[in-house]
């Protein structure tokens, strides 16, 4: 039996200062991704992690963005600013390094800004943006902008470090699905993460957490504080159970895990996997280690679906489609339904090709079909992790 997580001292609220011991692209070159491959130390910690769980995350936000901030606003960063819950009052500076979100911007602070902007074009300009028929138009304007942007194009309105801070939200951990099984790697977490770059009001903008990961955490050197999340997302402890995987992008990151585990602890249940992305040639996740699972009999299936590899988009739940037959009969046989990944549309897709499989291959109507898959739920038989 494994020690248990009270074991540890380390939690959300005393996170391990952690150090990222590889940083590798697995996206190849011409790939419109940048996904990465993590591995974080867990080396005195204590900490324990089980196949489904996830890595909790504290980044940092790009020092660039927080010396911009602290010029348009004629701080040093040395002043003085509290926090809400905090004991006591920290520097300006580390408050917007690391304890506040520099993105958001809400209707309150333009309400601020109305009220402090002294050149009347900026003051009737966010008037009209507070104006009760501009609410879709506010909505617009706050989604393409942080609060740099606010503080640029609004110059007159002059804010104290504690006003400006008590607007900004507390900067969040990211969770990320671990991609590595304790049983093959107990003193180390994988991550599979996906970094984000874009662009919203002609600045370049990242995701804070994944270009920390990707940039600001160096190899071996920077302490990354990090705490365990428990799931109940993860493999049947029966391992004579099967189990059919749909994770396309980095929704593959814990089916990695599951592979490994499954392996690791002889399981005799079969593994399906289905995974998707763009291209097959830049775009395959760990392609290099899938085969040498399908060899070993670890992976018994892998079926992949790359979207842009041909005119007509295929996605995982065309996959799914075409293999209804045998599908339906792995389910039928009390096959375990793992789902992770994209929320908005893809698991909502992969829902509804679950029910129309079980519907047709099942011979069910569509409610008696609905109710095959709400039982699947109640006996843990369908997971999802979607985000």
């Not at 065309?318 to 046989?333: G, S, V, Y």
């Not at 090709?353 to 109710?371: C, F, K, Q, S, V």
């Amino acid at each position: 039996m494994s020690v248990p997580e009270a074991a540890s001292a380390y939690t959300k609220d005393n996170p391990f200062p952690a150090l990222v011991t590889e940083n590798r692209l697995l996206t190849k070159p011409g790939s419109g991704k940048e996904t990465r491959h993590f591995v974080v130390s867990l080396t005195g910690s204590g900490l324990h992690y089980k196949a489904g769980d996830s890595l909790g995350v504290f980044a940092t936000n790009r020092p660039v963005e927080v010396a911009e901030l602290l010029a348009r606003l004629g701080a040093t960063g040395d002043e003085p600013v509290l926090l809400p819950k905090a004991a006591a009052p920290m520097a300006f500076r580390e408050a917007l390094a690391s304890r506040l979100a520099l993105a958001g911007p809400t209707r309150k602070i333009v309400e601020t800004l109305a009220g402090r902007a002294s050149a009347p074009a900026e003051k009737a300009r966010l008037e009209g943006l507070l104006a009760p028929e501009a609410k879709d138009m506010l909505s617009g304007y706050l989604d393409e902008r942080e609060f740099v942007d606010l503080l640029a194009e609004f110059p007159s309105a002059r804010l104290a470090p504690q006003e400006f801070a008590d607007h900004l939200r507390r900067l969040q951990p990211r969770l990320y699905s671990i991609a590595s099984s304790a049983r093959a790697f107990p003193s180390e977490i994988h991550l599979t993460v996906a970094v984000v770059r874009y662009q919203t009001n002609g600045r370049d903008r990242v995701g804070v957490c994944s270009s920390f990961l990707a940039d600001r955490a160096q190899v071996g050197t920077t302490p990354v504080p990090v705490f365990v999340s428990h799931s109940h997302f993860g493999p049947p402890e029966d391992g004579a159970r099967d189990i059919i995987m749909v994770g396309p992008g980095t929704g593959v990151a814990p089916f990695r895990a599951f592979v490994q585990d499954r392996a690791a602890a002889g399981a005799t249940g079969r593994n399906w996997l289905f995974f998707g992305d763009q291209k097959r040639a830049t775009d395959f996740l760990y392609e290099e280690e899938w085969q040498p699972h399908l060899d070993r009999g670890e992976l018994t299936r892998l079926d992949t679906a790359f979207s842009r590899d041909q005119v007509n988009k295929v996605y995982v739940q065309d996959r799914m489609r075409e293999h209804a037959a045998e599908f339906w009969a792995w389910i039928e046989k009390g096959a375990h339904f793992f789902v992770c990944g994209d929320a908005k549309r893809m698991a909502k897709d992969v829902d509804t090709a679950l029910h129309d499989i079980i519907a047709d291959r099942g011979g069910m109507p569509p409610e008696r079909a609905a109710e095959y898959v709400k039982q699947m739920k109640k006996e843990k038989r369908y997971q999802r992790d979607v985000y």
